[in-house]
């Protein structure tokens, strides 16, 4: 098989020739840049700069020569943009390493503080000496009343928090006649490039971005407070991603073979909500979102980014339409690959849970990694229906000879 044939036979639950591997094909299956610049130096690869791609995370841009050692089946639409040097600028890890960050991003020293500033200058996120990631420091509504709110306007304020006001490479194109054309022509040329799977991240966050607006603990509270007025915030924002949606799969579409959504639903002990309030606040538009989707472009399969411990949403999000969840945390309650694999295996991809990040993968030895990644792939791979990727992304202080171990584990369970 090639890689996309892989990759599409275990999503339509077929048994594929061996596990399709993901490593750095979206935003939560990467690693970080630290982590990264060490195992290149482990691999003997002297070439190519160090290019961090995301800002708040940190991740870098996994490399060709990379993804061809890990065995990567998986690569992501942001790939197929910024490909002249003249798009980066240089910059420095907080461990000193050299690297080259997007030129359209704002990043100010403020003594031995970064932050990140939108485009006219509000400083939206810190990252702090001796911190390897930023934070968001900027909730643009947390004053803003909430329960008469109509959200007439709340996309404006979009530019002002960090997750959505710092993009990635592809996202910092307007949906504008010309950034469609630029956009659809660098997803062909991406396609017609690679016989790796191209996955497309859209976002469509209706759980989150309410967070990052009004803060977290603001909008747990009118969650519980203000029902009506919730509804109405997700109805608003469905709204405003259907518009963009038909737009984006217009333009790439036709070159992408899976479509991210993102909603960050679960925590270590279990939802961050009742299935309730996710049956009444958020179902419905996840539900609008997902049909339409493939509506517009069939071909594809719809993915949700979802952390935590989200067992006893997993029916409602596949009644909702959703074909795969990413990124299977293990190590949260409720969140067993076997009993995952017998309840929901039949109609649910896995994407992910193959490499617990948590403690295994940064602690464990080279055997212990090799030992627990089979395991993981007995239990999830039958039948298909399992991407094989770490559970989260890789962060930086996990050592190459485990990444390494990872990969090799996968590639030994695929040569069985």
């Known amino acids: 098989m090639t890689a996309r044939e892989r990759v599409l036979a275990a999503v339509h639950h077929r048994q594929p020739d061996r596990v399709p591997v993901d490593f750095g094909g979206h935003r939560s299956s990467g690693i970080a840049a630290a982590a990264y610049a060490r195992l290149k130096k482990h691999l003997g690869i002297a070439q190519g700069d160090l290019y961090v791609y995301d800002m708040v995370q940190q991740l870098a841009i996994v490399e060709p020569a990379v993804l061809a050692a890990v065995g990567a089946d998986v690569v992501e639409l942001g790939r197929g943009f910024m490909l002249d040097e003249k798009d980066w600028k240089p910059w420095t890890l907080p461990d000193g390493t050299p690297c080259k960050i997007p030129a359209f991003i704002r990043v100010e020293k403020?003594?031995?503080?970064?932050?990140?500033?939108?485009?006219?200058?509000?400083?939206?996120?810190?990252?702090?000496?001796?911190?390897?990631?930023?934070?968001?420091?900027?909730?643009?509504?947390?004053?803003?009343?909430?329960?008469?709110?109509?959200?007439?306007?709340?996309?404006?304020?979009?530019?002002?928090t960090m997750w959505t006001g710092?993009?990635?490479?592809?996202?910092?194109?307007?949906?504008?006649a010309d950034g469609l054309r630029q956009l659809a022509a660098g997803a062909k040329a991406l396609r017609a490039g690679t016989d790796r799977a191209i996955l497309g991240i859209f976002g469509g966050n209706l759980f989150e971005v309410p967070q990052f607006l009004y803060r977290n603990d603001r909008y747990f509270e009118y969650m519980g407070l203000y029902p009506e007025a919730c509804v109405r915030l997700s109805e608003k924002l469905a709204s405003l991603y259907l518009a963009k949606m038909e737009k984006w799969l217009g333009a790439v579409?036709?070159?992408?073979?899976?479509?991210?959504?993102?909603?960050?639903?679960?925590?270590?002990?279990g939802p961050l909500l009742s299935p309730g309030m996710y049956r009444e606040y958020f179902k419905p538009f996840h539900a609008k979102m997902w049909k339409r989707a493939k509506e517009l472009a069939p071909h594809i399969k719809i993915q949700l980014h979802c952390c935590g411990g989200i067992e006893p949403l997993l029916g409602d999000l596949m009644e909702a339409g959703l074909d795969m969840i990413n990124p299977v945390q293990i190590t949260c309650a409720g969140m067993d690959a076997q009993r995952l694999k017998e309840k929901y295996g039949r109609g649910l991809t896995f994407w992910g849970g193959g490499c617990d990040t948590r403690h295994v993968l940064p602690r464990g030895t080279p055997a212990q990694v090799r030992e627990h990644v089979l395991r993981q792939a007995e239990i999830l791979s039958p039948g298909g229906g399992f991407v094989f990727q770490q559970v989260h992304n890789v962060m930086a202080d996990v050592p190459p000879e485990n990444i390494m171990a990872m990969f090799g584990a996968i590639a030994e369970f695929g040569n069985r």
Do not use: W
């Open 110 to 160: 403020q003594g031995a503080d970064s932050f990140l500033l939108s485009p006219d200058g509000v400083r939206l996120a810190i990252q702090k000496q001796g911190c390897l990631y930023f934070e968001q420091i900027h909730f643009p509504l947390l004053e803003r009343p909430f329960e008469e709110e109509r959200f007439a306007d709340i996309e404006d304020a979009f530019a002002h």
């Open 166 to 176: 710092i993009p990635a490479p592809g996202g910092q194109m307007p949906l504008t």
């Open 253 to 269: 579409g036709p070159f992408i073979d899976i479509m991210l959504f993102g909603d960050d639903l679960g925590g270590q002990n």
